[in-house]
T-cell receptor, first 115, second 111 residues
Framework: KQEVTQIPAALSVPEGENLVLNCSFTDSAIYNLQWFRQDPGKGLTSLLLIQSSQREQTSGRLNASLDKSSGRSTLYIAASQPGDSATYLCAVRLLANQAGTALIFGKGTTLSVSS | DTGVSQNPRHKITKRGQNVTFRCDPISEHNRLYWYRQTLGQGPEFLTYFQNEAQLEKSRLLSDRFSAERPKGSFSTLEIQRTEQGDSAMYLC?????????FGPGTRLTVL
């Protein structure tokens, strides 16, 4: 059974710091991995999608890497801002012929950036 | 706004009542998903539609839950005889290819 773990569960940093959020998954047979942001009481905003054949994706100050063989992904946030404060969720999609198309989520890392 | 929309945004009901939620996916997205999220947890998959066909159902989707997607457009999720354990955020997502886009969710509180 695929399990997704995110470490740390919570993180507090001062504004301007670069930071790394970690995601690990137990089954390397994934189709893709997606990082999301969730503000309190709100839905999910897709940040980055990495296909299993890719090593990384970048969008603005965000960079996500994927090491499928070791079952790990990292989300790097450069020059953090108070507006980055939110919960960040990692989710994997298993290969279609194994378990359909559902995303399997970790519990998230709650980030707080102070000004 | 061309994103995924969900209605209502909040629903408070008494135990034993039936509730129905609606999801309108992004136009032309043929895939639609329902997830449930409880406090401090990541979303958990409930069910998946490709066009009007319900192709996958999680074991979380008990007999009290039913979902439809008539004509492959909007979808409804109905919970019959609600229980306090059904209190959660119900999220809908849609996709055309690989990336899933989520709506704002419907928060259900069962008293």
């Amino acid at each position: 059974k695929q399990e997704v773990t995110q470490i740390p569960a919570a993180l507090s940093v001062p504004e301007g710091e670069n930071l790394v959020l970690n995601c690990s998954f137990t089954d390397s047979a994934i189709y893709n991995l997606q990082w999301f942001r969730q503000d309190p009481g709100k839905g999910l905003t897709s940040l980055l999608l990495i296909q299993s054949s890719q090593r990384e994706q970048t969008s603005g100050r965000l960079n996500a890497s994927l090491d499928k063989s070791s079952g790990r992904s990292t989300l790097y946030i450069a020059a953090s801002q108070p507006g980055d404060s939110a919960t960040y969720l990692c989710a994997v999609r298993l290969l279609a012929n194994q378990a359909g198309t559902a995303l399997i989520f970790g519990k998230g890392t709650t980030l707080s950036v102070s000004s | 706004d061309t994103g995924v929309s969900q209605n209502p945004r909040h629903k408070i009901t008494k135990r034993g009542q039936n509730v129905t939620f609606r999801c309108d996916p992004i136009s032309e997205h043929n895939r639609l998903y329902w997830y449930r999220q409880t406090l401090g947890q990541g979303p958990e998959f409930l069910t998946y539609f490709q066009n009007e066909a319900q192709l996958e159902k999680s074991r979380l989707l008990s007999d009290r839950f039913s979902a439809e997607r008539p004509k492959g457009s909007f979808s409804t999720l109905e919970i019959q005889r609600t229980e306090q354990g059904d209190s959660a955020m119900y999220l809908c997502a849609s996709s055309f290819a690989f990336e899933q886009f989520f709506g704002p969710g419907t928060r259900l509180t069962v008293l």
